[in-house]
């Protein structure tokens, strides 16, 4: 069974930085481009980043670029995302989402970022 | 970036109706050289992450239920439930995967008539 699990979110303050992680399980990690989509409260899905299955191509939307990066470690089947420069409008659900052929099929439960003052 | 419109934001019908939701996009999603729309429908209830209903804007993902089904090309898509059931209750998204970056619909929520 393919299963993606986010870890790392929390509340935060304006400018801070933070680190998540997503273990994957159920499927050869290495093979897939992966992705994040972060949904903020009450509001739609927006396409943050993926990352090619070796990691040496990156993409990013360009509300994150030159603050977060994307990043894996096929050896134990993780995926990150470290955001630096928190805004108050990166406060969202980021949900890590197995990627094929760009379109996405399995998604993660979602961890939540609260940036707040 | 290439923008999706859905309509309607949302929609009420009866159990057992068909229900009809309608995607545009602003630029053609169609791969003339295999005639294949990167295009998907997903749909997400209240607490849970979207699930994939429909690739290539009407392959039916595995597991999903026949009352399910997509049509369209180019630029016009529909999302169709042929048969409300009262667990179809949810926001269901159309997103395209033709160019980067990613882009999703607004959203249509089905709720019960």
């Known amino acids: 069974e393919v299963q993606l699990v986010e870890s790392g979110g929390g509340l935060i303050h304006p400018g801070e930085s933070l680190r998540l992680s997503c273990e994957a399980s159920g499927f050869t990690f290495g093979n897939y481009w992966v992705d994040w989509v972060r949904q903020a409260p009450g509001k739609g899905l927006v396409w943050v980043s993926r990352i090619s299955p070796d990691g040496s191509i990156t993409n990013y939307a360009n509300s994150v670029k030159g603050r977060f990066t994307i990043s894996r470690d096929n050896a134990r089947s993780a995926l990150y995302l470290q955001m630096h420069s928190l805004r108050f409008e990166d406060t969202a659900v980021y949900f890590c989402?197995?990627?094929?052929?760009?379109?996405?099929?399995?998604w993660g439960q979602g961890t939540l970022v609260t940036v707040s003052s | 970036d290439i923008v999706m419109t859905q309509s309607p934001d949302s929609l009420a019908v009866s159990l057992g109706e068909r229900a009809t939701i309608n995607c545009k996009s602003s630029q053609s999603v169609l791969r003339t050289s295999d005639n294949k729309n990167f295009l998907t429908w997903f749909q997400q209830k209240p607490g849970q992450p979207p699930q994939l209903l429909i690739y290539?804007?009407?392959t039916r993902q595995s597991g999903v239920p026949d009352r399910f089904s997509g049509s369209g090309s180019g630029t016009d898509f529909t999302l169709t439930i042929s048969s409300l059931q009262a667990e179809d209750v949810a926001v269901y998204y159309c997103q395209q995967y033709y160019d980067l970056p990613l882009t999703f619909g607004g959203g249509t929520k089905v709720e019960v008539k």
């Open positions: 290539w804007a009407s």
């Open positions: 989402v197995r990627d094929v052929d760009r379109y996405l099929d399995y």
